[in-house]
């Protein structure tokens, strides 16, 4: 490796074996005999690249493509059936949740535990000790036993330790999703603290909007390989792609139309307008396909010209939208007073997590409304004017007010 590379990676291979099922009895033994043995599963295939010092990378690919095994790699857990992983410096990983925690020790007995794990004296760990609980925000609970900790807590203390320990590497996966929605916001204000110092940071995630907030450079598994490479931008959108056919097969039973993209919590399954001379009423009912806290709804409305005129949603208005359990059908209707000029107009829906950096589906197009009736304007728009204390005198003296 060079001097300017903290993670060289070359020719990286991983197979597991399979076992098929061990039968115990004779008839058993008799019957799948052909069986026995066990299949091999290439997990990752021929992986090669490099990790800038000081660069924010981004990892992401769908379930089951390797990219938590790949984390699992570069941080010595497994070992690689072929290829070179090199690491230069320390390197801190958080990968499971709960991994190095004992459930019948104290938060505080595992602060120190989990920091010996990583390397770190007592004195050390007492050093960062009340850094540690005062981003988990669990001061009041640090004598109880960590089984007693919701899964949440569990990875504030998780993540707040990883991430004050001095480290020259810090490898995370996506466990913050469990997190509530002002911690994954302080975590995302942390990352963004990890860019401006120019830290070595690893990141999987789903989340196409961290991809390309945070990271310098992005790279997409797919099927065990790399499948694309590059830009957070253009990786965001190869990673969006992969989702066309599973979005145009599910779209043959949603009544829904456009261009869509998301990680599916929450899918929108049809989209109805309503016109008349006072409103324009929009509905969009959505499925819950996961138990989500909070997610925000949104539309956009576009102009003949494709111009974006409105753009709304749910945390806008205030309206929160609480807990949503999986299963549950939701139905939001936003209602625009009728202030639109002659045209077609396109309409846009979306709906996302509540700190909005997921996505869970945008649908561009999701349908439309037109406006027949002719308005002597050459705007955009067309609304009711009342002209209140109008005068005409000395400048200054006298004005107009417009009232809209």
Request: hydrophobic share 35%; charged share 25%; with cysteine.
């Amino acid at each position: 490796m060079n001097e300017n590379t903290a993670i060289h990676i070359s020719h990286l291979s991983k197979d597991f074996k399979l076992p098929h099922d061990r039968q115990n009895s004779l008839k058993g033994r008799v019957v799948n005999f052909r069986k026995r043995g066990y299949e091999i599963q290439q997990a990752l295939k021929d992986i090669s690249f490099d990790v800038k010092k000081g660069e924010f990378l981004g990892i992401v690919g769908r379930n089951g493509s390797g990219k938590s095994t790949l984390l699992k790699l570069i941080a010595g857990i497994y070992m690689p059936s072929k290829g070179i992983i090199q690491v230069e410096g320390r390197l801190t990983p958080f990968i499971e949740l709960g991994v190095g925690f004992s459930p019948e020790l104290s938060g505080r007995d595992n602060v120190y535990l989990n920091g010996a794990l990583l390397g770190f004296s007592r004195a050390e760990m007492e050093s960062m000790y009340d850094d540690i609980v005062e981003f988990a925000e669990l001061k009041d609970f640090m004598d109880q036993k960590l089984k007693n900790y919701s899964s949440g807590m569990q990875v504030r203390l998780a993540f707040s330790i990883a991430i004050k320990v001095n480290t020259d590497v810090l490898v995370l996966d996506e466990v913050l999703a469990v997190g509530d929605a002002a911690f994954q916001q302080k975590c995302f204000d942390y990352f963004m603290d990890l860019k401006k110092q120019k830290k070595t940071v690893i990141l999987v995630t789903h989340d196409m909007g961290a991809v390309r907030q945070y990271c310098d450079r992005a790279i997409m598994i797919e099927k065990g390989t790399v499948a694309e490479e590059g830009s957070p931008e253009r990786v965001a959108m190869a990673y969006q792609q992969l989702f066309v056919k599973e979005i145009e097969d599910q779209q043959e039973r949603d009544n829904i139309e456009g261009e869509r993209w998301g990680s599916g919590e929450i899918r929108a399954i049809s989209t109805s307008t309503k016109v008349t001379k006072e409103m324009v009423t929009i509905t969009t009912k959505y499925i819950a396909n996961k138990t989500t806290e909070n997610p925000v709804f949104g539309i956009t409305i576009y102009s003949p010209s494709d111009v974006g005129l409105i753009d709304a949603n749910t945390y806008q208005v205030e309206k929160r939208t609480g807990h949503i359990e999986k299963g549950k059908s939701i139905s939001m209707t936003w209602e625009i007073p009728n202030l639109f000029v002659k045209g077609r107009y396109r309409v846009s829906t979306g709906c996302a997590s509540s700190s909005f950096h997921q996505i869970y589906d945008q649908v561009m197009g999701a349908a439309s409304f037109r406006i027949a009736h002719d308005t002597p304007t050459g705007g955009v728009i067309y609304p009711s004017v009342v002209l209140n204390n109008f005068s005409v005198g000395k400048s200054d003296e006298n004005h107009s007010v417009n009232k809209v």
